[in-house]
């Protein structure tokens, strides 16, 4: 690998789940001292996966690829933190991005640790000489083990099928939910949009 490239949009730092969003420069300097030739520093990338992550109704197996990941940076966290009685630094990781056919740096990030939740970092498998990204998840601290289901049928999600009640309301799309031993499909509805002030963690 020839270029090692950071992505600093992982140095979010955000007052609230859905607050204002703060891009500081901390971590330039770290990056650069790290001893490793042709850096180049980005001002904008992917957003950390503890953080926020696109919803997929569809899931897919990790990304496959035939580069060895290099070793996990040793971050130091900026002393720029979120105001909380339960704030945690949760460490960047290696993503591959597909345009430079390269590893990407995202990372680490501050974060209002959602209620009863606990951050299972993802990693990269090493398979019959290959690596495959297998991402983190909020895991709830009430369960004793993982449980590891097939995948979902395709999503039959087609949009809302009636009018929303108000403009106060958003779409949440239908999906596959596992249910004793098959999945069964759960339609979408309008719900009612949140104070933010009352967000809470489903």
Do not use: C
């Not at 606990?118 to 990693?123: I, M, N, R």
């Not at 601290?141 to 979902?152: D, K, Q, R």
């Not at 958003?170 to 499909?185: F, K, L, M, T, V």
């Amino acid at each position: 690998m020839n270029t090692t490239r950071h992505a600093l949009v992982a140095t979010i730092t955000a007052f609230s789940a859905w607050g204002t969003l703060l891009f500081p420069m901390v971590g330039i300097a770290q990056a650069q001292e790290q001893g490793q030739q042709e850096q180049e520093i980005l001002t904008r990338g992917p957003v950390h996966e503890a953080f926020a992550a696109s919803i997929n109704f569809e899931p897919q197996a990790g990304i496959l690829i035939d580069t060895q990941p290099p070793e996990l940076i040793d971050e130091l966290p900026p002393e720029q933190q979120l105001e909380g009685d339960n704030v945690s630094w949760i460490s960047g990781y290696w993503a591959w991005d597909e345009e430079q056919n390269d590893f990407l740096w995202i990372s680490g990030v501050w974060r209002n640790i959602p209620p009863d939740r606990e951050w299972v970092p993802g990693y990269w498998n090493e398979t019959e000489s290959r690596y495959q990204w297998v991402s983190g998840y909020w895991e709830d601290l009430g369960s004793t083990e993982v449980t590891y289901l097939p995948a979902p049928p395709k999503s039959v999600e087609a949009g809302p099928n009636v009018e929303a009640p108000s403009s106060n309301h958003s779409w949440i799309p239908g999906q596959w939910a596992w249910s004793e031993s098959r999945y069964r499909w759960s339609p979408g509805y309008w719900e009612p949009l949140r104070d933010r002030g009352n967000f809470s963690f489903r």
